[in-house]
């Protein structure tokens, strides 16, 4: 394995495949960000299936492997394809995502006629064609890197030049050919650039699995940030590591297609972005979650205490904990330990006693849950059996602002609906 | 055409999805007011001002703002979609959406300038947005986000502005800052356009209506529009008649304008 790594990095060849795939693995990236925000995805997946016969057709025209050629046959039938899907989506009455699939689904089946046919009239070995199928990045030459490497610049000049543009019609077509943008225009080039980079790359990544790079990427970007412009930069980043790293795996052992471990490289990247991602993530959610419920399960407890006060006790033993709230006695341990340590309990002899920081925190959630329970009689005109279990979690809510406003509004009342005190 | 009117609608049929939305629409109307477009839904007010923003492919008939092609005065009209046409997740912020009002296509590859940037700020304190102007548009309420669309428009700096439905699911704050702020920007003499669905609300503050159930009901001065009679025509139902006819075109895939038949 480590031999296998130090190779990439000392082999010339390897290294001009690894350079090779990481651009393509970025304009990948930076492209399908765009499909993915116009929630074109399913087009882009139609496409990398589509171009399959043009790749075909340019072999046959020329006879070799000439990747400008081959480029310029993905092109030719990629943009039929997409304008297929157009017609028949717009001017039958079959739904977009039914032209889709009978388009890519006719155009693959036609490239895998005309790969048999290649391979009957020629040596299969020698032409290699197969491996646009699943992908072989092993099998660019430095001619095609070269060839890739231009095509790529020239897809990003034309995403930096027409960055605004391509924003307004992701985002608001209509407004954008209200303003007298070329929509038209803007989508024809969109849809080209997503050609161009599935011509690219599926000899590295293979017709069937082009799409995943394509989208993948945006997809993960997305939980990142909020900004285009990082969305873009992430992506590419993304689609870059994603394939160098599908790429070294599948060198591991010997005529491993590189497509598929590129997919499972970028699986990996998703995944751990809807686990770890700030906000929408899995973690980040969970932990959300406990801090709430911990809030929650405090706050409570403290107003037990407080209202154990009330009937005219001031030391709680944990017995009287137990009678009052119904959890077990496992976990009220834990958090009578807890907040001992916060310093809103002290423990004296199996007895609990609130300390000054711990009698203001429960005065003021009693205060939040009786100045509730007041506002919903007196502004929402709830019935006074019905208050108590809306104010059981709004009063975990309100802030400090909410309070004073609350008690603006109410104008400094005394007691609640049951006639219980509110505490100052 | 009289100079004094800004948009003229001539003789405009348009179908959609191959049925027959607007019929034979013609009307013109005046500068420096808020105008009202209303009916039912379905009516075809959004349809409307498609057409008017030249959005839709036309059956019949032409429209004019300012007596000139929409091509040659583009600048001088603002457009405000409805706000469930977009979706709100996209990786924006609000000052992002609103600087969209200052792009222009012949310059759309250059920078903002200053000037662009300081405009947009101040279409976002019109509508009172500016300490959300970070804020990604998706975590804005239903009336912040139609709020962050009209101060797009603003930043545009138009003289007409024509609006879809801006009044639907905002909050009572909102529909009162826009109100408000229709009235200022018709003291400056510009133009406003509204679709609205119901006269119930808001109808006060139209000095002109339009009244539209897939055909031309009334237009004019809200108090002589404002009868009975046209109120019965506009929402009292469709007209049978009509209904049929347009499951006809629909079925035949007929079309609305005979060839060579020339409405100019």
Known sequence: MIEGITYFFTDPIAQKVILGIAIIGAVSGIVGTFSFLRKKTLIADAISHSVLPGICLGFMFVGTKDPIVLMAGALVIGWISVWLI??????????????????????????????????????????????????????????DIQVFTVTSIVIILIVIVFFKPF????????????????????????????????????????????????????????????????????????????????????????????????VFALFTFTLLTLLFAPKKGWFSIKRRNNSNQKK?????????????????????????????????????????????????????????????????EAARILRSHRLWELYLTKRMNFKEDHIHGTAETI??????????QLLKELDFPRSDPHNKEIPY | MNQKNSIEVHNLSVAYNKIPV??????????????????????????????????????????????????????????????????????????????MGRYKPGKLFNRLSAIDKELATEAIEKV??????????????????????????????????????????VDVATEKTILDLLIAMKNEGKTVVIVHHDLQTVSDSFDYLVLLNTRLIAHGPTKEVLTDENLQATYGGQLNLLTKLQNIIKEKDFPIREKGFDDK
Not at chain 1, 330 to 340: G, I, N, P, T, Y
Not at chain 2, 23 to 28: P, T
Request: glycine share 6%; proline share 3%.
């Open chain 2, 22 to 99: 607007l019929w034979d629409i013609d009307f013109e109307l005046p500068q420096g007011k808020i105008i009202g477009i209303v009916g039912p839904n379905g009516s075809g007010k959004s349809t409307l001002l498609k057409a008017i923003m030249g959005l839709i492919p036309l059956s019949s008939g032409y429209t004019k703002i300012y007596d000139k092609e929409l091509n040659l005065v583009r600048e001088r009209v603002a457009y405000v979609p409805q706000r469930e046409s977009v979706d709100w997740n996209f990786p924006a912020t609000v000052e992002d959406v609103v600087r």
């Open chain 2, 128 to 169: 009172k947005l500016t300490q959300y102007k970070d804020r990604q548009i998706a975590q804005l309420s239903g009336g912040q986000q139609q709020r962050v669309f009209l101060a797009r428009a603003l930043a545009q700096g138009a003289d007409i502005y024509i609006m879809d439905e801006p009044f639907v699911g």
């Open chain 1, 86 to 143: 157009d017609y028949l989506s717009s001017s039958t009455k079959l739904s977009e995502d039914t032209a889709i699939a009978l388009v890519s689904t006719l155009f693959f089946a036609i490239g895998s006629v005309l790969l048999s046919v290649i391979s009957k009239s020629q040596n299969a070995e020698q032409t290699g064609l197969k491996n646009f199928l699943f992908g072989k990045a092993a099998t660019m030459t430095t001619f």
């Open chain 1, 167 to 262: 924003q307004l019609v992701c985002f608001n077509n209509e407004f954008a050919k209200s303003i007298g943008v070329k929509v038209k225009f803007i989508e024809f080039l969109l849809s080209t650039l997503t050609v161009m980079t599935v011509a690219i790359g599926i000899q590295a990544v293979g017709v069937v699995l082009m799409s995943a790079l394509l989208i993948a990427p945006a997809a993960s970007a997305r939980y990142w940030t909020n900004r285009l412009s990082i969305m873009v930069v992430l992506a590419a980043l993304f689609g870059m590591f994603s394939s160098v790293i599908g790429v070294m795996l599948s060198t591991m052992k010997n005529n491993m297609p590189t497509g598929p471990w590129i």
């Open chain 1, 296 to 360: 929650i399960t405090e706050e409570n407890l403290l107003k037990t205490f407080y209202q154990l006060k009330e009937d005219g006790n001031s030391e709680v033993s944990f017995h009287d904990f137990l009678e009052k709230r119904a959890v077990d006695t496992h976990s009220l341990e834990r958090d009578l330990k807890r907040m001992v340590k916060n310093g809103f309990l002290t423990k004296k002899n199996k007895t609990f006693t609130l300390t000054e920081s711990g009698k203001t």
């Open chain 1, 395 to 404: 009063e975990h809510l309100i802030t400090p602002e909410i309070e004073q």
